[in-house]
Structures are given as structure tokens and as C-alpha cells.
């Protein structure tokens, strides 16, 4: 059974640095599409960024592009999200994502498997 468990939330100061991590079991994940997802109050939950895990294909949101990085570590079974330059607007739950075949994902109805989230507010 596929398990995501995402860590690295927290609080943070608009202009500061997280970086969450996605560690993944249950499966060999080298034709799955890894995804991140943030979900603000009230909000759908939006596409942030998705790395196809063997190659390496990478697509961001606009919204992110130049301050967001996805990478993922093959010995740790691990996909991270390195955000810099927060904004408040980046406020909101992480999910990270897993789609059963490589591509570009951005919607989240192509994606199987979900972490439980984690809390990422950004203070002005």
C-alpha cells in the first residue's frame, strides 16, 4: 500500500525559507509522477509543482516559478520542496501527491495517492 507522509511545515516570516519533505513506501515509484499541493482557507486546493521521479521532467506553477525547487533523493524513497522567498500568500496545507505514470500533472484528479498535509503560514 503506497503511503506519502509529508514533514517540514511550520511557521515562517515573509522572505524566509521551508523545506518539506515526502517520504514515500509501498511501491517503486520510478514511473510515478510526484506531486505538490497547497490548499488555502476557503481555497481549492491549487498545483504547486510535479517531477516525473526517473526523469527529469519538472513543471512548476507560475505562482511559485524561481522560488520553489521539487527534488527527490532515490536512497531515501524522498521528494522535497525547497521554498524561498515565502510570501503570505504561500500560506496554506502542503499535500504531496503521487500519480501511477509520468507526465506533467497538474490536476489533481490524476494523482491516486495523497499525504496527510502539512501546515505551511507565512507571516507578514
Known amino acids: 500500500q503506497v503511503q506519502l507522509v509529508e514533514s517540514g511545515g511550520g511557521l515562517v516570516q515573509a522572505g524566509g525559507s521551508l523545506r518539506l519533505s515526502c517520504a514515500a513506501s509501498?511501491?517503486?515509484?520510478?514511473?510515478?509522477?510526484m506531486g505538490w499541493f497547497r490548499q488555502a482557507p476557503g481555497k481549492e486546493r491549487e498545483f504547486v509543482a510535479c517531477k516525473n521521479w526517473s526523469a527529469g521532467n519538472i513543471y512548476y506553477a507560475d505562482s511559485v516559478k524561481g522560488r520553489f525547487t521539487i527534488s527527490r533523493d532515490n536512497t531515501k524513497n524522498t521528494v522535497y520542496l525547497q521554498m524561498n522567498s515565502l510570501k503570505p500568500e504561500d500560506t496554506g496545507v502542503y499535500y504531496c501527491?503521487?500519480?501511477?505514470?509520468?507526465?506533467?500533472?497538474?490536476?489533481?484528479?490524476?494523482?491516486?495517492?495523497w499525504g496527510q498535509g502539512t501546515q505551511v503560514t507565512v507571516s507578514s
Open positions: 501527491a503521487a500519480a501511477p505514470r509520468p507526465g506533467g500533472w497538474v490536476s489533481s484528479t490524476a494523482y491516486d495517492y
Open positions: 509501498g511501491r517503486t515509484f520510478s514511473s510515478y509522477t
